[in-house]
């Protein structure tokens, strides 16, 4: 009995133990409830909810340009496009080699098996989180690599050529050196010659990775303004443009999502050429939420020529496709038609559209006979940028870069029965009035062009020859100063022979860029070093 009642009076202190925890979580339940109600008094809901939605829009930015590492390799690409049979059989043995060697290490560039590991001196460093919940990185230069800009600096003052093939010879994957050359043979036509340069410069700034730095998560950052950054956006801009013009579209397009994750500022301008490889790689979902989500801290993309137009044709290639992924149901576009995105784009601006069509006029790709008629209502004769320098400088980038898009038939149809609508409501009621009030409140008048870094030969074509290279070209650099200032020199001077041999590699190359000389061959770079003579050093 002494027992049992030993018992019940543990039980009673338990339950007496359970009875005051109760009454103190109602109490701190009542204090969490006040301070609830006081939060929502002054406000805080929205405070919750708006920090809700920033977590939930950065979560929708990064997904926005997650790469997707298998669209990263051209050669995959080619073999998607063309068959395996595309490739010849060394190639593809050469492929599975460096594959077994490098598997999964290598995302950027794969590079052959015989490729030495570089020791360039350079390397990377996590900085920190941003803002926008990414990772900070930058790039870090040893200081021998610091000595060898010194001493690039100091060949470039040379203007001495020759010291500059001979210091890519010594310093194989010197950053600057390579991409100096890429620009040049660009310019000779030899692109096999110029991407292998790039090629070296994607596998070097890969290989100085920092372990957390991975290139498929859409939350990596670089900014542009630290020096040593620049040129892995230097390099991944041209090699965006190499990609293109082999017809390697969905590659393109991944490299831009991994350049505009980088930095949102858009050094490079790649908000003005992604809507083309999104289209060219009929991956026409991937931009409607590009316009739907992004973000750059400025303009809604909507607001943009080149977007206005691209989205309207991605509507109507989409609206064609039996096998296509609905990937614009959960964005604004999805109740949109094609038509009425395209009238939303000419009546904004309509001087973008006749823009448009005296580029393809102009290389024969249109018949503008039963485009007079339209052209001819005051939509279109009194449009005009605004006299915003900035507008007019991204209608200029929209058609260079974009009119080959617009060549097709069917699509000129379809855009010319839009047109006729547009004019026809304009005269109607006047609408046209108010989308030039729109266009006039969002780009109102200003000589300052906020948007000249970006440069429309960059965007649609081969890189331009920096001046500063054209100055190396030793004993022809005066006469290409003269030549600049003469355009219409005929004369033409053959180089071969003696010259070939007796000249040095890069003088020749520099004076094959003169209008007036034409060279039977050049010689060939340095080779990057191969593991087999790594091996032979050791």
Not at 40 to 61: D, K, Q
Not at 502 to 523: A, K
Request: aromatic fraction near 10%.
């Amino acid at each position: 009995q002494g027992k049992k009642s030993e018992k019940k009076k543990k039980k009673k202190k338990t339950k007496g133990k359970k009875t005051k925890g109760k009454a103190k979580d109602e109490e701190d339940g009542e204090e969490e409830e006040d301070i609830d109600a006081l939060i929502s008094e002054f406000g805080g809901s929205e405070v919750t909810e708006r920090a809700s939605t920033s977590t939930r829009r950065v979560a929708e930015a990064h997904d926005l340009l997650t790469i997707e590492a298998n669209f990263l390799s051209p050669e995959r690409e080619m073999r998607r496009i063309f068959g395996s049979g595309a490739f010849s059989a060394s190639r593809e043995r050469a492929t599975r080699q460096h594959r077994l060697r490098r598997i999964n290490k290598n995302k950027l560039f794969e590079p052959p098996a015989n490729w030495r590991k570089p020791d360039s001196g350079l390397g990377m460093a996590h900085t920190g989180n941003s803002s926008d919940g990414g990772l900070d990185f930058e790039y870090t230069w040893s200081q021998d690599y610091r000595d060898l800009q010194r001493k690039f600096d100091a060949i470039a003052a040379t203007h001495d050529p020759n010291n500059l093939v001979e210091f890519l010879r010594k310093n194989p994957y010197h950053l600057d050196t390579l991409l100096s050359l890429f620009y040049i043979y660009s310019h000779t036509g030899d692109f096999a010659t110029a991407d292998s340069f790039l090629e070296r410069c994607i596998f070097c700034l890969e290989s100085a990775f920092h372990p957390w730095f991975d290139v498929t998560k859409g939350s990596l950052r670089l900014s542009y303004k630290v020096e040593e950054n620049q040129m892995m956006f230097q390099v991944l801009f041209r090699y965006i443009g190499s990609l293109s013009r082999r017809g390697c579209h969905r590659a393109a397009l991944e490299f831009s999502k991994l350049l505009l994750s980088f930095d949102k500022s858009d050094p490079m301008g790649v908000l003005f050429c992604i809507d083309f490889h999104s289209i060219r790689a009929r991956e026409y979902p991937f931009l409607f939420r590009m316009v739907s989500e992004y973000e750059n801290g400025e303009k809604n993309l909507s607001l943009y020529p080149n977007f206005l137009y691209s989205v309207a044709m991605a509507k109507w290639y989409h609206e064609r496709d039996p096998d296509r992924d609905d990937g614009e149901k959960d964005t604004a576009l999805a109740e949109t038609t094609s038509a009425e995105l395209l009238s939303q784009a000419i009546q904004t601006y309509p001087f973008g559209l006749a823009k448009l069509l005296k580029k393809l006029s102009d290389k024969g790709m249109i018949t503008m006979a039963s485009w007079e008629p339209v052209l001819q209502k005051p939509l279109f004769k009194n449009s005009s940028s605004g006299n915003n320098a900035s507008l007019d400088h991204l209608v200029r980038l929209f058609v260079e870069k974009q009119y080959e898009l617009w060549k097709d038939t069917e699509i000129q149809t379809w855009m010319l029965s839009v047109a006729k609508e547009v004019v026809e409501a304009e005269d109607a009621d006047g609408m046209a009035a108010d989308w030039r009030a729109l266009q006039k409140e969002i780009w109102p008048p200003s000589e300052v062009n906020m948007y000249r870094h970006i440069i429309p030969e960059d965007q649609m074509g081969p890189a331009q020859i920096p001046q500063e290279l054209l100055q190396m070209g030793g004993p022809g650099a005066q006469q290409e100063q003269q030549a600049m200032q003469q355009p219409g020199l005929q004369q033409t001077v053959q180089l071969g022979g003696d010259e070939l041999r007796e000249g040095n590699t890069l003088s020749i190359l520099l004076q094959s860029l003169l209008p007036w000389v034409s060279v039977d061959s050049t010689s060939q770079p340095p080779p990057p070093p191969r593991a087999e003579e790594e091996e032979e050093e050791g």
